[in-house]
Nanobody, 123 residues
Framework: QVHLRESGGGLVQAGGSLRLSCTAS????????MGWFRQAPGKEREFVAA????????IYTDSVKGRFTISRDNAENTMYLQMNTLKPEDTAVYYC????????????????WGQGTQVTVSS
């Protein structure tokens, strides 16, 4: 089992930046594939970013490429999502996800989810 908790959400103006953090407890951070999803009001969960498998590199949904960057610090059991040039359409609850075997874009592939952190971008 692993417990995930996001932090760093908030209210920002369009064009601003925000950094989300995800801390993992219960297991070693490096034992899991990890990533980020988001869900806007009235919409389904959307893939945002994740670490690729076996050195394949990070993957991003097209709408955030060039603006968001995923990173991690295994020693601190922490994953980050640096979000720059935020747009109102980025407004959503952002979730940290993890799985022992899956790495990809499907929400059903991840076994563990955090509680979510709200990101609101005003125009």
């Amino acid at each position: 089992q692993v417990h995930l908790r996001e932090s760093g959400g908030g209210l920002v103006q369009a064009g601003g930046s925000l950094r989300l953090s995800c801390t993992a407890s219960g297991r070693t951070f490096s034992d899991y594939f990890m990533g980020w999803f988001r869900q806007a009001p009235g919409k389904e969960r959307e893939f945002v970013a994740a670490f690729g498998r076996w050195g394949a590199g990070s993957i991003y949904t097209d709408s955030v490429k060039g603006r968001f960057t995923i990173s991690r610090d295994n020693a601190e059991n922490t994953m980050y999502l640096q979000m720059n040039t935020l747009k109102p359409e980025d407004t959503a609850v952002y979730y940290c996800v993890a799985d022992r075997a899956y790495s990809g874009r499907s929400p059903t592939g991840y076994s563990y989810w955090g509680q979510g952190t709200q990101v609101t971008v005003s125009s």
